[in-house]
């Protein structure tokens, strides 16, 4: 599969058409951005890793029963996968307080939720993404009543299935974003799952492993997301 037509350009991927119209190529960048983009930048083989880890994680998704737009990996950079509608919607499952949860009700990082939290944030940049709810999601034709039902069953899915799978490489899973799309009417997990968009801490130092390293200046970016490469791939 070639690349074909450039579609889309966000801040860590790419977007190319194929010959074939349901497919297209999903490309990593080492780019990196966070906090609304005003801060910008790279992350050396990021993208590598993301595409390596994503492949892994899309793989043991479709076993546990979620369906994901992943086909294959084609090349170290280039995952080809199928053509979604995306629902505008970010969805978050949090574990385990951090980020903007602890931000919103003054909460310390690291406190142990009883049960796991679910959050929508509707994808628009120029709003900042803003946290909003299920009224608002059927109210405003988002997503159907039964998408979001479809939404929220995979997320939990998802959630359980990573905990377990992270879990066993010596990594907690603090909390994560996925984004979901229509296929053929059905609603399936798109985007990527990677240090991006997971935060993963060791589980007996707490060391962060993720895009947090980044974010708050803590030094060795790639170190992490390479540890976090090697203890999956392991
Ligand atoms: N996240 C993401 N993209 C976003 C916002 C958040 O992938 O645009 C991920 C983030 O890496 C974390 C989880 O979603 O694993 C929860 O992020 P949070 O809402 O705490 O926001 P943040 O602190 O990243 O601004």
């Known amino acids: 599969m070639e690349k074909l037509k450039q579609i889309y350009e966000g801040k860590a991927k790419k977007l190319y058409e194929t010959a074939d119209p349901d497919l297209l190529i999903q490309e990593f960048k080492d780019d990196a951005t966070a ?46 996968v ?70 929220k069953k995979y997320s939990f899915m998802v959630n359980e299935a990573l905990k377990f799978f992270f ?10 974003k996925l984004e979901f799309g229509r296929c053929k009417k059905k609603i399936i997990l798109a985007d990527e799952v990677s240090p991006d968009t997971c935060r993963l801490w060791d589980k007996t130092t707490k060391e962060k492993l993720d895009k947090d390293r980044f974010r708050r200046d803590l030094g060795n970016v790639e170190e992490a997301y390479q540890e976090v490469l090697r203890r999956v791939m392991e």
């Open 35 to 80: 906090f609304d983009a005003t801060k910008r930048g790279t992350i050396v083989n990021k993208g590598v890793i993301n595409n390596m880890l994503s492949e892994k994680i899309f793989v043991l998704l479709t076993k546990k029963g979620v369906p994901t737009h992943f086909v294959k990996r084609l090349n170290d950079r280039d995952m080809l």
């Open 82 to 151: 199928k053509r979604v509608e995306i629902v505008p919607i970010e969805v978050t499952i949090r574990n385990i307080v951090a980020g903007g949860m602890a931000k919103l009700l003054g909460l310390e990082e690291g406190i142990v939720l009883k049960e796991p939290v679910l959050e929508y944030h509707y994808k628009e940049d120029k709003l900042h993404d803003p946290l909003i709810n299920d009224y608002h999601i059927r109210a405003l034709n988002i997503a159907t009543e039964k998408e979001l039902d479809t939404i």
């Open 167 to 176: 879990d066993s490489k010596g990594l907690i899973l603090v909390d994560f």
